[in-house]
């Protein structure tokens, strides 16, 4: 049997508090397990996972672990913010909690378990029921790495001769598997003699996470747990590790229960690691295939921003890398923001800024299609917000959305202005102005980012300033002036002819046309 255990092994990149305990921070190390995660999250100031996918996915198996150990996984007899204060209040999760929880699981931690056993977030039966020479290979589970005929992203490399990973590598890219997969066609497998070869998409896929981020870990992991509802068992509302048998894929995925499954048990994919005979602490091989033949599991998650489709269906706000997060600021802090999707915004938000005000938002995401292109990670935060959430200072709540309404309103007339001066000079009412738009918009959207958080910060949070003291004519003469001058840069080099200066004239009036809002 392997002996690399994820609760034991230094796999996890995390960034130390200032306030460690011993040893001294210059000497604490770069990667921690699971074990000493959870022991020393109040001395963490958070995680330090470059991928964005694999951080959101790492924070769902802690927040899972995270209510597991401290017992927050039940509704209770008594309230469930109280008992989530005490915790707080303790200063460190219960190591108690801790240590039972890994004695009882500590054999399904393995990365490996070659003896038919249960390596962790993986199906060994795989070894069986996929094509050993038709396997998908580590340069297909590493996804920043090009694989088959794809195009090469951040690396060149070869599927005859690749690289092999480490297991922290290895193991990061199984879980961005698990939850931002693709569909469509994947390695074959054959069980109860019928092969398939073909996979739904995983629960995150295309999404922007949203997380509420403290001074610690363990502040991150308290914020982002969920309360459960009175009907949840956290016997039966298991992460996969906790299952007694594995799912049979022939049939339909087995439900969520609760917080805990609907953190960790959701995936439609099925992984195996295949471990390096010369060196234990390299992976050699990978199986990639379909986790179930019928059925999906409902996409429902706490973390994303979910939208209303022109058809009436709800749809999570997509990642894009292109678009700032205080755009997102009003659909992150209010119940019922205003636009044409009908927002909703992360439940994680409606207990979050209980734990402190002083929390950030995390958006962490990976702008991809539906099916296998992959373009982007996506990882930006906030300054502390959590304390204008409408429950707790509803007196901003229309300040916050008329800010990001005006910040938004310049940005759309300035693209569409940009196109009509370009068309109009051009003669050419179809004639494309990307090139015009993009340096528009790289010029426009960084300042009124830093515009929309100079008049955030000065909100008044105690309701007795009208409007939370926001000057709305202040703020559009603010955004308009910014718009105006990415426009007079982006079309300075054509009015030098009558026919340019003519063209940008006239698109110019739509900067300031009343009443025009996008």
Request: net charge neutral; charged share 25%; aromatic share 8%.
């Amino acid at each position: 049997m392997s002996t690399y255990n994820l609760l034991d092994e230094p796999w996890i990149p995390v960034r130390w508090g200032a306030n460690a305990g011993a040893p001294p921070p210059s000497d604490q190390p770069l990667r921690i397990g699971l074990k000493e995660l959870l022991r020393r999250s109040q001395e963490l100031a958070g995680l330090a996972v470059p991928e964005p996918p694999a951080h959101a996915a790492l924070l769902r198996i802690l927040y899972a672990l995270t209510a597991r150990v401290t017992g927050l996984d039940r509704a209770g007899a008594t309230d469930w913010g109280e008992r989530r204060e005490m915790v707080q209040d303790a200063g460190c999760l219960p190591l108690d909690g801790i240590d039972e929880y890994v004695s009882r699981y500590h054999h399904r931690f393995f990365a490996f378990d070659p003896d038919g056993g249960r390596p962790w977030m993986q199906d060994a039966r795989l070894a069986t029921q996929c094509d050993p020479k038709k396997s998908a290979g580590v340069n297909k589970l590493i996804v920043t790495r090009p694989s088959g005929n794809n195009h090469a992203w951040f690396r060149h490399g070869t599927d005859a001769s690749p690289d092999l990973p480490g297991v922290p590598e290895a193991v990061m890219n199984l879980l961005i598997w698990h939850y931002w997969g693709p569909s469509g066609r994947c390695s074959a497998r054959e069980v109860n003699g019928v092969t398939s070869a073909n996979t739904a998409a995983g629960p995150l896929r295309t999404a922007l996470s949203y997380h509420p981020e403290g001074g610690s870990l363990f502040e991150t992991l308290l914020a982002g747990l969920l309360p459960p509802s009175t009907s949840v068992n956290p016997d039966q509302d298991q992460c996969p590790w906790e299952w007694e048998g594995m799912p049979d894929p022939a049939g339909e995925p087995r439900l969520p229960k609760g917080p805990c499954s609907r953190w960790t048990a959701c995936s439609q994919h099925a992984l195996l690691l295949v471990q390096d005979e010369e060196d234990p602490e390299l992976v050699r091989d990978a199986f990639i295939t379909w986790a179930y033949r019928t059925g999906r599991i409902p996409r429902d998650d706490a973390y994303l921003i979910w939208q209303t489709s022109q058809q009436n269906n709800p749809y999570p706000r997509p990642a894009d890398s292109r678009r700032a997060l205080w755009r997102d600021l009003d659909a992150l802090l209010l119940h019922h923001p205003v636009g044409s999707a009908q927002p909703k915004h992360p439940r994680v938000f409606d207990s979050a800024a209980e734990v402190s005000e002083d929390l950030r938002v995390r958006a962490l995401g990976f702008e991809q299609d539906g099916q296998a292109r992959d373009i982007q990670f996506v990882d930006a935060s906030t300054p502390p917000v959590l304390g204008f959430v409408e429950a707790k200072s509803p007196h901003t709540a229309p300040a916050v959305a008329t800010l990001r309404q005006l910040g938004e309103r310049y940005g759309f007339r300035l693209r569409r202005a940009v196109k009509q001066a370009w068309a109009a000079y051009r003669e050419d009412p179809k004639a494309k102005a990307d090139t015009w738009v993009k340096e528009a918009e790289a010029r426009y959207w960084p300042g009124a980012e830093e515009e929309f958080w100079a008049r955030f910060r000065r909100l008044d949070q105690t309701g007795q300033v009208l409007n939370a003291g926001l000057d709305e004519a202040a703020a559009r003469r603010a955004f308009l002036r910014i718009a105006e001058d990415a426009y007079d840069t982006v079309t300075r080099t054509v009015v030098r002819t009558q026919r340019g200066a003519r063209a940008v004239a006239d698109a110019r009036l739509i900067l300031r046309r009343p009443g025009q809002s996008t």
